[in-house]
T-cell receptor
Framework: NAGVTQTPKFRVLKTGQSMTLLCAQD?????MYWYRQDPGMGLRLIHY???????AKGEVPDGYNVSRLKKQNFLLGLESAAPSQTSVYFC????????????FGPGTRLLVL | AQTVTQSQPEMSVQEAETVTLSCTYD???????LFWYKQPPSRQMILVIR??????QNATENRFSVNFQKAAKSFSLKISDSQLGDAAMYFC???????????????FGKGTKLSVKP
């Protein structure tokens, strides 16, 4: 049982390049989330999903797209990376319902030059 | 909108001593959840403790306990018998109990960096 895993762990992009971050969970969780963490800040919600095939915007969605084609995977895409997207990205998942605890992946560090 | 404030950017404690980290929050809701997460240098977010707002009893997990003051909207974390492994960033987080909106996403404070001196 690996919990929540993220791929890649670290990536360097040039401005304008695109990439996809993969989040996978093996706990059969319904809900999945993408957060970003900037220096001196707590985590902020980018997008979330309450089930396969459904996604919704969070607090800071601009410049990102997401997809949840399979229940266990939640992808975060950057179509045209910008230096402002340099951050650490965390994926989290939980069982259905707001009472449930969120479990986090190890994070992906992204540097956009 | 709910907000979470951690007024102590950095704290320091001697090994084996006790330290308290502060957290205040703002909400108009009556039912919600509060959490403390630990983030060591590995960056992994680890749940330390959680508190349901409808419960009057303060949550405890081994050396970790909270002082939950609902009327004051205060949620402090006490670490007893501090250990070197407790050194980390600690984040306070709020989660609504109501469905809808962002389906219960966590709202985080900016964190407190805890150092433990041997």
């Amino acid at each position: 049982n690996a919990g929540v895993t993220q791929t890649p762990k670290f990536r360097v992009l040039k401005t304008g390049q695109s990439m996809t971050l993969l989040c996978a969970q093996d706990m059969n969780h319904e809900y999945m989330y993408w957060y970003r963490q900037d220096p001196g800040m707590g985590l902020r919600l980018i997008h979330y999903s309450v089930g396969e095939g459904t996604t919704a915007k969070g607090e800071v969605p601009d410049g990102y797209n997401v997809s949840r084609l399979k229940k266990q995977n939640f992808l975060l895409g950057l179509e045209s990376a910008a230096p402002s997207q340099t951050s650490v990205y965390f994926c989290a998942s939980s069982k259905q319902g707001v009472r449930e605890t969120q479990y986090f992946g190890p994070g992906t560090r992204l540097l956009v030059l | 909108a709910q907000t979470v404030t951690q007024s102590q950017p950095e704290m320091s404690v001697q090994e084996a001593e006790t330290v308290t980290l502060s957290c205040t929050y703002d909400t108009s809701e009556s039912d919600y959840y509060l959490f403390w997460y630990k983030q060591p240098p590995s960056r992994q977010m680890i749940l330390v403790i959680r508190q349901e707002a409808y419960k009057q009893q303060n949550a405890t997990e081994n050396r970790f306990s909270v002082n939950f003051q609902k009327a004051a909207k205060s949620f402090s974390l006490k670490i007893s018998d501090s250990q070197l492994g407790d050194a980390a960033m600690y984040f306070c987080a709020y989660r609504t109990s109501y469905l809808g909106g962002s389906q219960g996403n966590l709202i985080f404070g900016k964190g407190t960096k805890l150092s433990v001196k041997p």
